[in-house]
């Protein structure tokens, strides 16, 4: 099942690291009051320099790394001067993760269905619910399937 990892919009989602830390260090503070810039809710990615590191939780201006999230998603896990950014971005694995839920809801659709906007019976497509954070998959204005934010599908036909 894919687990999507936690997006703040600009301009948040950006800061400095507070002091340098080595390659292999799985713990880093930003600079002081601006680690609600990034996502609370894990896990989540940031890239410092060319690294791209995995974070498994954030309190207050302290970020802990992931046991395997240094040099995440094929970058090289190396050392960071104090002063340097830190930001939030997409990252590769954001969109394979996506690709793969979604070849999971294409297993899941009988291919004799269409789901383009405007068929005659109604409305036919996919919606984002801002209020659940779910994918709403319809056809003919019936609410057929979701993917929540995990990733995991629900069937919503009885």
């Not at 998959?137 to 934010?149: N, Q, R």
């Given at each position: 099942m894919t687990t999507f990892r936690t997006k703040v919009n600009s301009p948040k989602g950006s800061s400095t690291l507070d002091a340098t830390i080595d390659d292999d260090d799985l713990e880093f503070d930003c600079a002081a009051g601006e680690g609600d810039n990034f996502p609370g809710a894990v896990p989540f990615t940031v890239s410092i320099n060319d690294e791209i590191i995995l974070c498994d939780?954030?309190?207050v201006d302290t970020f802990t790394v992931n046991a395997a999230g240094r040099g995440y998603d094929s970058s090289t896990a190396t050392a960071h001067t104090a002063g340097d950014a830190i930001y939030q971005n997409q990252i590769?694995?954001?969109f394979t993760d996506l690709e793969t839920?979604?070849?999971t809801l294409e297993d899941h659709f009988p291919t004799a269905y269409s789901m383009d906007v405007g068929d005659a019976g109604g409305f036919s497509g996919i919606k984002f619910n801002v209020a659940t954070t779910e994918i709403e998959?319809?056809?003919?204005?019936?609410?057929?399937?979701?993917?929540?934010?995990t990733g995991a599908y629900t069937d919503e036909v009885a």
């Open positions: 939780s954030r309190a590769v694995a954001d839920a979604v070849g998959f319809y056809i003919d204005a019936v609410l057929v399937g979701t993917i929540d934010a």
